[in-house]
């Protein structure tokens, strides 16, 4: 059987032995966490978020597999000093292209679970009532 090492290239086990920004961020704003209930693989994300919309900070906390973990660390990456306008622009297809290797449907939702956490994590920022989801039109008091 092959080893893991010989399965992914150097910048796959380099982000999951020595992840960047793996942890807690100290002035978190925004955070979202998330399961793939099938198998088991944990990503939280938390970011800082400055008032113009670039993220100071993006760090990570997570279980489960090689390519779930390496993927968040490289997404870690990618976003710090990007806007929320660009992160909203990172697509599936992006997330995959910057982890590398190709990968079957089913390791692939290991692969986009951080992106997806991420994603969410934009819109939930921390201290929000209504969970960071916001309607865009006018509430109700405004319609008439």
């Not at 997330?95 to 951080?114: A, D, H, I, V, Y």
């Amino acid at each position: 059987m092959a080893e893991i090492e010989d399965i992914y290239p150097d910048r796959v086990m380099d982000h999951y032995e020595d992840p960047y920004h793996r942890g807690e961020c100290e002035q978190v704003s925004h955070r979202h966490h998330a399961k793939n209930p099938i198998c088991g693989d944990e990503i939280v994300v938390e970011m800082r978020i400055d008032a113009e919309g670039k993220i100071r900070e993006a760090w990570f906390e997570g279980e489960g597999c090689c390519i779930s973990q390496a993927a968040a660390s490289m997404l870690m990456e990618c976003v710090e000093g990007k806007t929320v306008d660009d992160v909203k622009a990172f697509s599936a297809e992006d997330m995959l292209e910057l982890f590398g290797p190709r990968l079957t449907p089913n390791r692939q939702k290991c692969c986009l679970l951080s992106w997806q956490v991420l994603q969410t994590a934009i819109h939930s920022p921390i201290g929000d009532p209504d969970g960071g989801a916001k309607f865009g039109g006018p509430n109700l008091g405004e319609e008439q």
